[in-house]
């Protein structure tokens, strides 16, 4: 109270009183429901989905009041993108926990889900374990040209989800630069 803040309450059960958080939350879960199903995957991995599109906003979304990015403003330096992947894409996992036989597989096959929030590896989902793992030996194919997780899916389609992605973006900024200036 003594720097100039207070706190308000809002009656149960009424979003529309929230209206900036719950627009933000909404781009959120947009994001996260257009990458599920652009690449086919299931529904039980939406919290992959949502950390993903978290991850990826605070990276590159830039602030309209100071031109910095969340991650910038947080950590005081600009992020680093280029080890971005497309979510769902398929990947092979180095088998580098397990003692191997001669002639077995060294990796697995599996789907990228995201980024690792406490190292520098991917987290990803092993079709052989059937678990989500986090691990740094990953080779990820997110070319444009790569099959989906079913065959009704195109090149197209991945261009429209990148277009999505673009104005979700926009959107969010519209969004934010309300919540500053009202």
């Not at 990228?112 to 691990?135: D, P, Q, W």
């Not at 065959?151 to 309300?178: A, C, T, Y």
Request: overall charge positive.
């Amino acid at each position: 109270n003594d720097q100039g803040t207070h706190q308000e309450f809002s009656s149960p059960k009424t979003p529309q009183q929230n209206g900036i958080v719950e627009w933000k939350n909404r781009v959120v879960q947009e994001m996260a429901r257009v990458m599920l199903h652009n690449k086919k995957m299931p529904k039980s991995f939406w919290g992959e989905a949502v950390n993903t599109a978290c991850h990826t906003l605070n990276r590159v979304y830039f602030r309209p009041d100071s031109k910095q990015t969340p991650y910038e403003l947080w950590r005081g330096k600009k992020p680093v993108v280029k080890y971005f992947r497309i979510f769902g894409s398929d990947c092979y996992i180095l088998r580098d926990r397990e003692n191997l036989e001669k002639f077995d597989a060294k990796s697995d096959k599996g789907y990228f889900l995201g980024y690792s929030s406490t190292s520098r590896a991917y987290r990803v989902y092993n079709l052989r374990t059937k678990t989500v793992m986090e691990s740094s030996n990953v080779v990820i194919n997110d070319e444009l040209s790569s099959e989906n997780h079913s065959e009704n899916s195109s090149p197209i389609q991945e261009k429209l989800w990148k277009l999505m992605i673009h104005f979700l973006l926009i959107l969010w900024g519209s969004i934010v630069r309300k919540s500053y200036c009202c």
